[in-house]
Nanobody, 121 residues
């Protein structure tokens, strides 16, 4: 199971840190990703980190502003979001996927429940 938290309301230019806690003993076996879904739009890829944490990939839209990290000892993945913009408003989902750096939704069999991020302009 994946439990995302840390969402909220923030002004443009502000920061939030999302967390996703996973249960189970094989956390480090999975690439962990973050996706987001804005109202009326499809769920899209944001960032992914490999099981060891040694490889990372970001969507162009958030590159340089968001940082993904993981702590395998705590079975937790994080998404530090800085310089937030109104267009970052969405429900953010964490997911556990197969492969080193999965980026397609169909590569992720396990999903958290989502956490709302609202950025006011």
């Amino acid at each position: 199971q994946l439990q995302a938290s840390g969402g909220g309301l923030v002004q443009a230019g502000g920061s939030l840190r999302l967390s996703c806690a996973a249960s189970g003993r094989t956390f480090s076996s999975y690439g962990m990703g973050w996706f987001r879904q804005a109202p009326g739009k499809e769920r899209v890829f944001v960032a992914v980190i490999s099981g060891s944490g040694g490889r990372i990939y970001y969507a162009d839209s958030i590159k340089g502003r968001f940082t993904i990290s993981r702590d395998n000892a705590k079975n937790t993945v994080y998404l530090q979001m800085n310089s937030l913009k109104a267009e970052d408003t969405a429900v953010y989902y964490c997911a556990a996927g197969y492969g080193v750096l999965p980026r397609r939704r169909d590569e992720y069999p396990y999903w958290g429940q989502g956490t709302q991020v609202t950025v006011s302009s």
